[in-house]
T-cell receptor, first 114, second 112 residues
Framework: EAGVVQSPRYKIIEKKQPVAFWCNPI?????LYWYRQNLGQGPELLIR????????DSQLPKDRFSAERLKGVDSTLKIQPAELGDSAVYLC????????????FGPGTRLTVL | KQEVTQIPAALSVPEGENLVLNCSFT??????LQWFRQDPGKGLTSLLL?????REQTSGRLNASLDKSSGRSTLYIAASQPGDSATYLC???????????FGSGTKLNVKP
């Protein structure tokens, strides 16, 4: 069984440029999470989807960040425009459903904003 | 808001030693707790998941315990090996929220 797939693995951009990250969760997993992990810290939730619905986006900086999961499968996280402080690892995770919420993570995308 | 703390931040032990990693949390109304391993430059690998009704879970040389009343979980690693070197993170989810709160992790180095 394939795990959570993310692309790209690395991205270097200049500040004020847009950037997008893509995630394909484990097949059959209805819940999808986007996290941001700063160096030396644990992941912090940005947004959680149950199928197509964003049920928790309270930590998403909505002035510059957006996300979508149109068909309830793969998802895209976008930053526009990027700032220096956005440099971090962006992790995607999925779980089966709210009652069976063991999380499985992708390899992450390391973003560097210059 | 749930606060999750992991102490120590770093730990170095000789190969073969048994060791314990600690995780504490402030809100005891948890749904479950998950321990992860993270290798440098990689994503998180799930090690063990303990439901709130359970006291411990075991997988190979790993044993995780949960004491909700005191707000603590421990991850016991038996007969440590250099391949166990990684950062270990715990994450707690609360009832009705399905949201995980992570600690900052313990960076483990097992010396040959």
């Amino acid at each position: 069984e394939a795990g959570v797939v993310q692309s790209p693995r690395y991205k270097i951009i200049e500040k004020k440029q847009p950037v997008a990250f893509w995630c394909n969760p484990i097949s059959g997993h209805n819940t999808l999470y986007w996290y941001r992990q700063n160096l030396g810290q644990g992941p912090e939730l940005l947004i959680r989807y149950e199928n197509e619905e964003a049920v928790d986006d309270s930590q998403l900086p909505k002035d510059r960040f957006s996300a979508e999961r149109l068909k309830g499968v793969d998802s895209t996280l976008k930053i526009q425009p990027a700032e220096l402080g956005d440099s971090a690892v962006y992790l995607c995770a999925s779980s089966l459903d709210p009652s069976n919420n063991e999380q499985f993570f992708g390899p992450g995308t390391r973003l560097t904003v210059l | 808001k749930q606060e999750v703390t992991q102490i120590p931040a770093a730990l170095s032990v000789p190969e073969g030693e048994n060791l314990v990693l600690n995780c504490s949390f402030t809100d005891s109304a948890i749904y479950n707790l998950q321990w992860f391993r993270q290798d440098p430059g990689k994503g998180l690998t799930s090690l063990l998941l303990i439901q709130s009704s359970q006291r411990e879970q075991t997988s190979g040389r790993l044993n995780a315990s949960l004491d909700k009343s005191s707000g603590r979980s421990t991850l016991y690693i038996a007969a440590s090996q250099p391949g166990d070197s990684a950062t270990y993170l715990c994450a707690v989810s609360l009832y009705n929220f399905n949201k995980f709160y992570f600690g900052s992790g313990t960076k483990l180095n097992v010396k040959p």
